[in-house]
């Protein structure tokens, strides 16, 4: 579906001469055809969530959150001997890498999840 200047002004929420500044300069996923600037529905929405992730990226100031491992196991479950047991054995072996273990309870994992501290 395609959307005109007026509709998505209108869908953003934004003054129609602001959506035409942003389409000429590239700002904003568009098409000029024949004069008219138009709009793919999908595509602006898909810019739209990237532009919001992109937002709260930029609100972290260094540091907040630790830099993303990539392959790394995550082991995760409710506060048991079973679990307890399993991360005290991967710890006794140093080439299995260091688990770590919070009792934080349901609500204090979320918020913490929340704050990047988990």
Same mark, same amino acid.
């Given at each position: 579906?395609?959307?005109?200047?007026?509709?998505?002004?209108?869908?953003?929420?934004?003054?129609?001469?602001?959506?035409?500044?942003?389409?000429?300069?590239?700002?904003?996923?568009?098409?000029?055809?024949?004069?008219?600037?138009?709009?793919?529905?999908?595509?602006?929405?898909?810019?739209?969530?990237?532009?919001?992730? $992109?937002? +709260? !990226? #930029?609100?972290?100031?260094?540091? =907040?959150?630790?830099?993303?491992? @990539?392959?790394?196991?995550?082991? %995760? &479950?409710?506060?048991?001997?079973?679990?307890? $047991?399993? +991360? !005290? #054995?991967?710890?006794?072996?140093? =080439?299995?890498?260091?688990?770590? @273990?919070?009792?934080?309870?349901? %609500? &204090?994992?979320?918020?913490?999840?929340?704050? $990047?501290?988990?």
């Amino acid at each position: 579906m395609l959307l005109n200047t007026r509709e998505v002004a209108e869908y953003l929420q934004l003054n129609e001469k602001k959506v035409y500044t942003l389409a000429r300069t590239g700002k904003i996923p568009a098409v000029r055809l024949t004069g008219k600037w138009l709009f793919p529905k999908e595509t602006l929405e898909i810019w739209l969530e990237e532009q919001a992730r $992109g937002s +709260l !990226q #930029k609100e972290e100031s260094p540091g =907040e959150r630790t830099k993303q491992t @990539f392959g790394a196991t995550v082991i %995760a &479950g409710s506060d048991d001997p079973l679990l307890h $047991g399993l +991360l !005290q #054995k991967l710890n006794d072996r140093p =080439e299995n890498g260091l688990y770590a @273990f919070a009792e934080l309870g349901s %609500a &204090g994992g979320i918020r913490a999840l929340a704050a $990047g501290q988990a």
